[in-house]
């Protein structure tokens, strides 16, 4: 009778331990305003980053992934929704301190389907879905937060008094690492409270990293979910003072090959600690370089503008992963984007969404595990920066209807037409030359974004 007791034991804990295993873990990192062209596996000549290489070479490198806007907030929010940023009403472009409004804490983020999975959760680094209490990560899903609630760019409280802007003026910043200190009054985050004022963003990757570490070696038993939106390379730029470049125009190599060594730290723990073969690894960043900041901005690459525009160099964004399932050194060029990430990962851990509430990815884990040639996603809407409808992507075709930002009422706008296949920089306008494809992807796109406007759920909003 004991040796029977005995077995049901070790059967009932080897199943117990079968079923632990088949709950990955996910790392997302997630980047600020970093180029197509700004990593070594995506065409780089001048910035090294072996780390993040090394991620493509283990695992899948994805040459067009988008990102749903091409500016912060909406592009944050669609990540951890799912959603186009103005289904769950966050697309009206960024957050500031003095904003009243944040994602509502009744949309289902990752962290809560994770959460709700028996995961640990943590968020450390740059939120920007809103300071207030209702909206910070600890409302979203998430065990405990760690970081800038909006840009590193923004003061506490009413966005007052700030240093001189432009190039020239980050430039002056760069001299000074001092400035971090005594030209900003930007806040540092933990859980809902301020404890640090201004924060020496100096120092802010490598303690984001550091937090990262620390909670994964706390939670290595049991599943976890980190989310690691870094604040940098956001200007202004700021690395620790023992791996400053002096020279301003590298500040920006500087700050991208610093994330990088932080990535390699994370790296070497997930690997030390023998979770590498259990634990999904996703690098990508929220929108493309913010490009008038010449040597304090990235670079788009072979794409056409960067941040804040709908043309390829604002949402087309670098993507690496790696983890269970994902065949190492391969590339996959098909349309997917960080819209996609919540339906994968539920596909990924089993359980299913919420019934009833209507997002906007697709399950693409076929696509990470190279089982699926062809992508589900066909189609993609383009939203300005100020969440107006402005294109769609449809298979290879890709339409833009941009309208005239002065006098709209008494210019016509303008209408480009891309074939992305041929033309990845978006120089050939085949828009007079194509008539009918226009008119049928203006119609197509119209009728999905009224199919959004019409279920849009409201975000937060301070009473």
Same mark, same amino acid.
């Given at each position: 009778?004991?040796?029977?007791?005995?077995?049901?034991?070790?059967?009932?804990?080897?199943?117990?331990?079968?079923?632990?295993?088949?709950?990955?873990?996910?790392?997302?990192?997630?980047?600020?305003?970093?180029?197509?062209?700004?990593?070594?596996?995506?065409?780089?000549?001048?910035?090294?980053?072996?780390?993040?290489?090394?991620?493509?070479?283990?695992?899948?490198?994805?040459? &067009?992934?988008?990102?749903? &806007?091409?500016?912060?907030?909406?592009?944050?929010?669609?990540?951890?929704?799912?959603?186009?940023?103005?289904?769950?009403?966050?697309? /009206?472009?960024?957050?500031?301190?003095?904003?009243?409004?944040?994602?509502?804490?009744?949309?289902?983020?990752?962290?809560?389907?994770?959460?709700?999975?028996?995961?640990?959760?943590?968020?450390?680094?740059?939120?920007?879905? %809103?300071?207030?209490?209702?909206?910070?990560?600890?409302?979203?899903?998430?065990?405990?937060?760690?970081?800038?609630?909006?840009?590193?760019?923004?003061?506490?409280?009413?966005?007052?008094?700030?240093?001189?802007?432009?190039? /020239?003026?980050?430039?002056?910043?760069?001299?000074?690492?001092?400035?971090?200190?005594?030209?900003?009054?930007?806040?540092?985050?933990?859980?809902?409270?301020?404890?640090?004022?201004? @924060?020496?963003?100096?120092?802010?990757?490598?303690?984001?990293? /550091?937090?990262?570490?620390?909670?994964?070696?706390?939670?290595?038993?049991?599943?976890?979910?980190?989310?690691?939106?870094? &604040?940098?390379?956001?200007?202004?730029?700021?690395?620790?003072?023992?791996?400053?470049?002096?020279?301003?125009?590298?500040?920006?190599?500087?700050?991208?090959?610093?994330?990088?060594?932080?990535?390699?730290?994370?790296?070497?723990?997930?690997?030390?600690?023998?979770?590498?073969?259990?634990?999904?690894?996703?690098?990508?960043?929220?929108?493309?370089?913010?490009?008038?900041?010449?040597?304090?901005?990235?670079?788009?690459?072979?794409?056409?503008?960067?941040?804040?525009?709908?043309?390829?160099?604002?949402?087309?964004?670098?993507? @690496?992963?790696? %983890?269970?399932?994902?065949?190492?050194?391969?590339?996959?060029?098909?349309?997917?984007?960080?819209?996609?990430?919540?339906?994968?990962?539920?596909?990924?851990?089993?359980?299913?969404?919420?019934?009833?509430?209507?997002?906007?990815?697709?399950?693409?884990?076929?696509?990470?595990?190279?089982? #699926?040639?062809?992508?589900?996603? #066909?189609?993609?809407?383009?939203?300005?920066?100020? %969440?107006?409808?402005?294109?769609?992507?449809? %298979?290879?075709?890709?339409?833009?209807?941009?309208?005239?930002?002065?006098?709209?009422?008494?210019?016509?706008?303008?209408?480009?037409?891309?074939?992305?296949?041929?033309?990845?920089?978006?120089?050939?306008?085949?828009?007079?030359?194509?008539?009918?494809?226009?008119?049928?992807?203006?119609?197509?796109? #119209?009728?999905?974004?009224? #199919?959004?406007?019409?279920?849009?759920?409201?975000?937060?909003?301070?009473?």
């Amino acid at each position: 009778m004991i040796v029977l007791k005995a077995c049901v034991l070790s059967a009932f804990l080897f199943a117990a331990g079968t079923l632990h295993a088949a709950k990955p873990n996910f790392v997302i990192i997630f980047t600020d305003d970093q180029g197509y062209g700004d990593l070594g596996c995506f065409g780089s000549k001048t910035i090294k980053t072996p780390n993040i290489d090394r991620i493509a070479k283990d695992g899948r490198k994805f040459t &067009s992934f988008m990102v749903a &806007s091409p500016v912060c907030t909406p592009s944050r929010a669609a990540l951890l929704t799912g959603c186009y940023p103005k289904r769950v009403g966050m697309h /009206q472009h960024v957050l500031f301190p003095a904003s009243t409004k944040g994602l509502n804490a009744k949309e289902h983020t990752i962290a809560d389907h994770l959460k709700g999975q028996g995961y640990a959760t943590a968020c450390f680094g740059k939120w920007h879905l %809103g300071h207030h209490k209702e909206t910070l990560p600890t409302a979203n899903g998430f065990d405990t937060y760690y970081g800038i609630p909006y840009s590193n760019d923004m003061n506490h409280p009413d966005n007052k008094g700030k240093p001189r802007g432009g190039w /020239q003026g980050m430039d002056i910043l760069w001299n000074d690492p001092e400035s971090t200190l005594t030209k900003w009054k930007t806040p540092l985050f933990e859980d809902e409270k301020i404890v640090e004022l201004p @924060v020496d963003q100096r120092t802010v990757t490598r303690r984001y990293t /550091q937090k990262s570490i620390d909670f994964i070696k706390a939670n290595k038993d049991k599943p976890f979910f980190v989310y690691l939106p870094h &604040s940098m390379p956001h200007i202004p730029l700021y690395v620790p003072d023992d791996v400053r470049d002096p020279d301003p125009k590298r500040a920006y190599i500087n700050t991208i090959e610093h994330i990088d060594t932080e990535v390699g730290r994370l790296l070497k723990t997930i690997d030390d600690l023998k979770l590498a073969d259990n634990t999904y690894v996703i690098y990508t960043t929220d929108n493309g370089p913010w490009l008038p900041f010449r040597h304090h901005g990235g670079s788009a690459g072979p794409l056409r503008e960067g941040k804040g525009t709908t043309f390829e160099g604002g949402q087309r964004v670098p993507c @690496v992963m790696r %983890g269970p399932g994902i065949p190492a050194g391969t590339v996959c060029d098909e349309l997917t984007g960080t819209i996609d990430l919540l339906p994968t990962i539920a596909a990924i851990t089993g359980k299913a969404l919420p019934k009833g509430r209507k997002i906007d990815g697709l399950d693409v884990s076929g696509l990470w595990k190279g089982t #699926e040639k062809k992508s589900p996603r #066909e189609e993609f809407l383009h939203y300005t920066s100020r %969440g107006d409808l402005e294109g769609l992507r449809s %298979g290879n075709w890709k339409l833009l209807i941009k309208k005239p930002r002065r006098n709209p009422n008494n210019r016509p706008p303008q209408v480009f037409l891309f074939d992305l296949a041929k033309d990845l920089g978006e120089q050939n306008n085949l828009a007079e030359a194509k008539p009918k494809v226009v008119k049928k992807l203006q119609a197509r796109m #119209e009728a999905l974004d009224a #199919e959004i406007k019409k279920n849009a759920r409201p975000p937060w909003t301070k009473n």
